[in-house]
């Protein structure tokens, strides 16, 4: 999808909010003018579904994940990695469970969605505004490498 018709199904999901559709019906309106709007399993699933996704947090790209605190956006398997500072090394959808939003991001120490400020625990448990848990992925660490079990 590019940047143009991203924006054109972005300014159809707020012009039916602001016509008074929330929740469900917004959702139900949406998904009926464009199917191709709604996330759906296959926008769910990681790129590398079935394989591991690793992370050398000696490379440059990723050497942020080595303070407390930081995490990284890894759009191509839709995935955030969140060094926590109670749970270790933490890897959970970039979808947002509230309204299908990729916009989850660690900030505070705890994951959260900028679309309408969900936020959720470092277990991906929902904590405001979204009702379910994000889905999480195993993470474990061999030197400076992270392996993330799509
Ligand atoms: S989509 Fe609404 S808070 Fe994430």
Redesign the pocket.
């Known amino acids: 999808m590019n940047a143009t018709n991203q924006a054109q199904k972005l300014s159809r999901f707020d012009f039916l909010k602001k016509m008074g559709f929330s929740g469900a019906s917004l959702m139900a309106v949406y998904c009926g003018v464009s199917l191709s709007s709604c996330t759906n399993e296959g926008d769910l699933a990681p790129a590398n579904a079935g394989g591991p996704a690793t992370y050398d947090m000696s490379t440059a790209a990723y050497a942020k994940l080595l303070n407390k605190g930081s995490f990284h956006v890894d759009t191509a398997n839709n995935l955030v990695i969140a060094n926590t500072s109670d749970n270790g090394y933490v890897a959970v959808t970039l979808v ?1 469970t ?4 990729k ?2 991001s660690y900030v505070a120490n705890k994951f959260s ?1 900028s ?4 936020t959720f625990d470092n277990t991906g448990k929902a904590l405001t ?2 009702s379910r848990a994000l889905t999480t992925y195993k993470v474990s660490q061999t030197g400076t490498v992270l392996t993330v079990n799509l």
């Open positions: 947002c509230h309204e299908g939003r916009e989850v969605c679309a309408h400020g969900a505004v979204a």
